[in-house]
């Protein structure tokens, strides 16, 4: 197996849910009813009262009713209890709310005093005095409640609004970061490794910024929008951000998923608000990250209602775009790596029409941008970065830069003085391969077996000349796997059915190394056999690499819909091409394993001791591999155009697109990380 490319396919952040703000409205005031309507909360005690005039109050005091009285300054107020031998004629009816305290009560005019008529009658009960706290401590002590709850709604709503400066007071506006010469965040083109293809492209973009009238006095239109394309970690906002940098413009930028939002019609102003405050700045950069977030193709699942928030949020977008004026000064890029699932309106012209592709960095690229992460490393002295870069095969930047900082967290857990050349590759593989498994538990024959088996592949893969270069081999379990061979997969433009054969072979040489030398076949094969019949499928139905089917491509293009492009006659050939396919291979392993048995004896002896080996020790035992890799070679074509020996070369490249397209109908096999709880479950 290949070394493996990580996997990139995941860049979608997980969505907050969301909901209609109307619901947050109905709770809110619903709560606030019930605790204004549940008594005012003021004089909620055990004693059923009546209220009276203070007149009545003092002929009651007169008539005897009471023995006892209770003076509240605080609020006013005077009540007494009336004893029970009066109840009747105070209240008309008897006792029989059992339990509780029957009293009247009335508010006596502050001139008033109440001591001095109750002295007057002669009043012989009891008279407290209170001070009860004032109306406007009871008011706040009712509505503290209501205050905590709303308190604790705008903190959660400020929370889900992602820590914005604003939260739930400023939900409609934008929360576009600006960056500017004011905030010292200018970065250049200097800033951006590699990508020479894709600055040139946006060079023009910088030279409409600078100097738009070059462009409007010919009466060309600058154009509004760019879109840059390329896998996530390539560098597509560092790219944009230098664009703004070189300009010396403001730059706006925003992530295509801060516009979904819990609220209905938030997208949408903060669209509006972006786009003002851009024009205000004009000349400036608009940059949407993820710009998919917002872009999905409108109309599907649309059944469910869900989408119309993103829809409406889309559609602003798309009114803005238009709305402005094309000297306004203001150009938009964008961000994605499915420009396949964007709207087809967003990339209509005078919109997103002009397509930018970052892609990942080649072998040259990854050399320039190892240095600039290299840069703050206290490294080892003499530290091949040519090497670093050519095992790291599909990596974009942000995967180098990972790997740097994770090379030097090695170095410092291993008390290294410097960062070296083994801390790298240890950061390499825990990238690709995920944490090794020091623990799993094996039995001899089970390490035997793995051994052997990861053994087949490198010793059938060192005596193929197409076969993939190999680095290392491991019986070290790291993910779901128990064990590896790695290789360089070449980057080739171009591949051919030798070359396909040579690396099916290869990847058959762990089972049939098993066969030969255990005597039984194992489950461990499982991804060898996938990898390989993907492969052999791939030739057959789409390359028209086997004889029966020479020269017909059955490729399943989504276009066609559900009828087969072939018939089941064709569908039996393919069968029994690709199983032809595969058991020639298998044999021919097999015999070159039995050829070289005593050397991969040798190896798998090794291995089984040493758990890891590389490159020198396999050649120790092989000897040196007569044949030249593809760096070797493209070395020897550098130094000949260095002498200007190549002439038509520039132009055969880009015509090479589509066959390498046709070829990644059948990828590279590579062992697959996602599934790692499978293989644990499995494991135990
Ligand atoms: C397993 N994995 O899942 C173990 C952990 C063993 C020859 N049982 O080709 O790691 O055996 O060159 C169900 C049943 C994966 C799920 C069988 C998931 C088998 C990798 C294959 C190394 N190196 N194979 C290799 C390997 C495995 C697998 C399965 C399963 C070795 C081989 C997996
Ligand atoms: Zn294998």
Known sequence: MPTQIPDNKNPQKPKMPRFNLNWIYIIVIGTLAFMLFQGNGLSSD?????????????????????????????KGEVSMVIKPANVREVFKQGTDR????PTVSTRYPSTDKIEDYLDSQNFKGDVTYEKSSDVWF????????????VAVWIFFMRRMGSGGSGGVFSVGKSKAKLFDKENGTQVTF??????????????EIVDFLKNPSKYTELGGKIPKGALLVGPPGTGKTLLAKAVAGEANVPFFSMSGSDFVEMFVGVGASRVRDLFSQAKAKAPSIVFIDEIDAVGRARGK??????????ENTLNQLLTEMDGFGTNSGVIIMAATNRVDILDKALLRAGRFDRQIHVDLPDLQERVAIFHVHLKPLKLE????????????????????????????LI?????????????????VDRIVGGLEKKTKVMTAAEKHTIALHEAGHASVSWLLEHANPLVKVTIVPRGQALGAAWYLPEERNITTKEQMLDEICATLGGRAAEELFTGHISSGALNDLETVTKRAYGMVAFLGMSESLFNLCYYNNEEYGFTKPYSDKTAERMDEEVRQLIATQYERAKKILSEHAGQHAALAALLEQREVIYTEDVEAIFGKRPWKSRAEELLETENLALEGVTPQQAEAETDDEQAANASSATPPPMPKAESEETGEEAGQ
Do not use: W
């Open 138 to 149: 009871n008011l706040l002590s009712s509505l503290l409640p209501i205050i905590i709850l």
């Open 381 to 408: 002295e003499g530290l091949d970065v040519d090497f670093l870069a050519r095992q790291t095969p599909g990596f974009s930047g942000a995967d180098i830069a990972n790997v740097c900082n994770e090379a030097a």
């Open 46 to 74: 055990s004693s059923y009262n009546k209220e009276v005039s203070y007149t009545v109050f003092k002929d009651y005091i007169a008539k005897g009713y009471t023995e006892k009285i209770k003076v509240d300054m605080g």
């Open 98 to 101: 059992t339990g509780k305290m």
């Open 301 to 310: 699942n649309a059944s469910f209602g869900g989408n119309d928030e993103r």
């Open 190 to 203: 200097k800033d951006v490794a590699g990508q020479e293809g894709a600055k040139q492209e946006v060079q």
């Open 411 to 427: 170095a410092a857990r291993h008390n290294h003085t410097s960062v070296v050349k083994q801390d790298f590759l240890d950061a």
